[in-house]
């Protein structure tokens, strides 16, 4: 008879510096050194609303609100191995990238940027990552 592996820990990340979760899903999971982030989008988490004064403020909170969700998990952003960034408009790539690269100057992880027909709340941008210990 095979043994099972034990279940591996799973720790919730939660932290009111980034904007709670809008469905049945965690801000982030660390799992043993891995810890994985669900996507964020550019609600400012002091007061719940949107920043919709273009794709470069858009950007700038997602990044933040990720960064807080990192620094809850005693990470940051030189931890981060991979990102996934949807847009609504492919065409803001240019300008997305110019922020983002604000937060991944040396080594930046490895990343897909994708277009898409809709993200939650009307927003332009969303972006999740992976981080490890």
Do not use: W
Not at 1 to 10: E, G, I, K, L, V
Not at 26 to 32: E, K
Request: net charge neutral.
């Amino acid at each position: 008879m095979r043994r099972q592996a034990a279940p591996t820990a799973r720790t919730r990340i939660k932290t009111p510096l980034a904007p709670a979760a809008i469905g049945p899903y965690s801000q982030a999971l660390l799992v043993d050194n891995t810890l994985y982030c669900s996507g964020q989008i550019a609600i400012d988490p002091k007061t719940g609303h949107l920043i919709d004064e273009g794709i470069e403020a858009e950007t700038e909170r997602v990044l933040e609100n990720l960064g807080a969700v990192l620094k809850a998990a005693g990470m940051d952003f030189r931890h981060v191995v991979r990102c996934t960034v949807y847009l609504i408009d492919i065409n803001d790539y240019a300008q997305m990238n110019e922020v983002y690269a604000r937060y991944f100057s040396e080594a930046p992880p490895a990343r897909e940027a994708v277009q898409v027909a809709a993200l939650p709340r009307g927003v332009r941008v969303e972006i999740s990552c992976i981080a490890v210990r």
